[in-house]
């Protein structure tokens, strides 16, 4: 795969003890791209076998080895480019988020054996299901031809309005509650309130968290970085530490990855060591699995009564009483979507993948402007 001396181009890049970092050239608007690979690549410098032997990974592998050298083969970056999945020659570019799902769906696909594949879906892939409970006995709703209770998802990463939600046992009751019919009832206690319960099956080592809107003016003098976060897993708790993320602001996208303990931001061509006092709005978290603990404790998706406080259950319950008050923008565009499907005519499952990854498309084209 190696070509000529001619196609190389001499990056910039700066050197963290033993590794040198390069930039990337932005042409025709890669911006979030070019995040997408630096991405990649800090994920593949803590992990050389992270992606696998397949056709697609080795490429990758071959640019990265190469930008470890302080140079980049140009061919190989516009072949990449050429399958990112988007139209990054379009005027609105792309969305970083989504072309790291895209990168690592085409990896997964590549994989001829079934060992490599597992091994990647441990790395990659968040498994959950998304229980309906009533709000009065706490029992979980029972499925039927009309009404759906309970979704089992599987993805590369989540969407959240903070940071924090994305590990809290908190569901995704805007899909039920425009799924299913409003005078739906408990079928044990006939009561019209609802809550969503989430049950993780299997937390990654690596996890990817996207916000619906960035979060404004963020910088490592505040210690934002810092945080760790746990994930309950059955009886596991996953802690998890941020290594990196992705900024947005003015229509552009820049990766801050963390190298030795040393931060340094990935503008396009230009590579330089992150300041403390440094604002950015980060769009989205990569976070790396650090420890787990077993604990005792009680699996809230059993026929249990639920011992939340009133403040809890705020936040975490609703009603199918109508009510537009606090909508967000995600919920305005899942409802959009429910009203035009025809729910009797569609198998459950079929239209639960359909509603999520639509609203997933959605969600990029009404929140994220995606000019470079």
Same mark, same amino acid.
């Given at each position: 795969?190696?070509?000529?001396?001619?196609?190389?181009?001499?990056?910039?890049?700066?050197?963290?003890?033993?590794?040198?970092?390069?930039?990337?050239?932005?042409?025709?608007?890669?911006?979030?791209?070019?995040?997408?690979?630096?991405? $990649?690549?800090? /994920?593949?410098?803590?992990?050389?076998?992270?992606?696998?032997?397949?056709?697609?990974?080795?490429?990758?592998?071959?640019?990265?080895?190469?930008?470890?050298?302080?140079?980049?083969?140009?061919?190989?970056?516009?072949?990449?480019?050429?399958?990112?999945?988007?139209?990054?020659?379009?005027?609105?570019?792309?969305?970083?988020?989504?072309?790291?799902?895209?990168?690592?769906?085409?990896?997964?696909?590549? $994989?001829?054996?079934?060992?490599?594949?597992?091994?990647?879906?441990?790395?990659?892939? /968040?498994?959950?299901?998304?229980?309906?409970?009533?709000?009065?006995?706490?029992?979980?709703?029972?499925?039927?031809?009309?009404?759906?209770?309970?979704?089992?998802?599987?993805?590369?990463?989540?969407?959240?309005?903070? $940071?924090?939600?994305?590990? +809290?046992?908190?569901?995704?009751?805007?899909?039920?509650?425009?799924?299913?019919?409003?005078?739906?009832?408990?079928?044990?206690?006939?009561?019209?309130?609802?809550?969503?319960?989430?049950?993780?099956?299997?937390?990654?080592?690596?996890?990817?968290?996207? /916000?619906?809107?960035?979060?404004?003016?963020?910088?490592?003098?505040?210690?934002?970085?810092?945080?760790?976060?746990? $994930?309950?897993?059955?009886?596991?708790?996953?802690?998890?530490?941020?290594?990196?993320?992705?900024?947005?602001?003015?229509?552009?996208?820049?990766?801050?990855?963390?190298?030795?303990?040393?931060?340094?931001?990935?503008?396009?061509?230009?590579?330089?060591?992150?300041?403390?006092?440094?604002?950015?709005?980060?769009?989205?978290?990569?976070?790396?699995?650090?420890?787990?603990?077993?604990?005792?404790?009680?699996?809230?998706?059993?026929?249990?009564?639920?011992?939340? +406080?009133?403040?809890?259950?705020?936040?975490?319950?609703?009603?199918?009483?109508?009510?537009?008050?606090?909508?967000?923008?995600?919920?305005?565009?899942?409802?959009?979507?429910?009203?035009?499907?025809?729910?009797?005519?569609?198998?459950?499952?079929?239209?639960?993948?359909?509603?999520?990854?639509?609203?997933?498309?959605?969600?990029?084209?009404?929140?994220?402007?995606?000019? /470079?």
């Amino acid at each position: 795969m190696r070509l000529s001396q001619q196609s190389y181009y001499q990056p910039k890049f700066i050197q963290i003890k033993n590794k040198i970092l390069t930039g990337l050239p932005n042409l025709r608007g890669i911006c979030y791209i070019n995040s997408a690979i630096q991405n $990649l690549r800090q /994920l593949y410098e803590i992990d050389q076998t992270i992606f696998g032997s397949s056709y697609e990974a080795n490429k990758l592998k071959v640019l990265f080895e190469d930008l470890n050298q302080g140079m980049c083969d140009q061919a190989i970056l516009d072949e990449i480019v050429k399958n990112s999945k988007q139209n990054q020659y379009d005027i609105n570019g792309g969305d970083a988020f989504m072309c790291i799902n895209n990168f690592l769906e085409m990896i997964n696909q590549a $994989l001829q054996s079934n060992e490599q594949i597992e091994e990647f879906n441990n790395n990659f892939l /968040l498994q959950y299901t998304d229980h309906l409970l009533c709000k009065n006995c706490s029992k979980i709703v029972k499925n039927n031809q009309d009404i759906i209770t309970s979704y089992e998802q599987q993805a590369y990463g989540q969407e959240c309005e903070e $940071l924090a939600e994305a590990f +809290t046992l908190k569901g995704d009751q805007d899909l039920f509650k425009y799924a299913n019919p409003e005078n739906m009832v408990c079928n044990q206690c006939n009561l019209r309130q609802f809550k969503c319960n989430r049950e993780y099956k299997k937390a990654p080592n690596f996890m990817m968290v996207r /916000l619906l809107s960035p979060r404004r003016n963020c910088n490592l003098s505040d210690g934002f970085h810092k945080q760790e976060f746990e $994930l309950q897993v059955q009886e596991i708790f996953e802690k998890y530490q941020i290594i990196g993320f992705c900024d947005y602001k003015n229509y552009h996208y820049k990766y801050i990855a963390n190298y030795d303990d040393s931060w340094v931001e990935f503008n396009d061509n230009f590579v330089t060591n992150v300041k403390q006092y440094q604002q950015y709005n980060p769009i989205y978290f990569v976070l790396k699995k650090i420890s787990n603990n077993k604990k005792n404790i009680q699996n809230p998706n059993k026929n249990i009564q639920n011992t939340q +406080t009133h403040q809890e259950k705020q936040d975490n319950s609703f009603s199918y009483q109508k009510n537009n008050k606090g909508t967000n923008q995600n919920s305005q565009i899942q409802k959009n979507i429910a009203q035009n499907i025809d729910f009797k005519d569609k198998d459950i499952a079929s239209f639960v993948n359909i509603c999520v990854q639509l609203s997933h498309t959605s969600i990029k084209e009404y929140m994220y402007p995606q000019m /470079l």
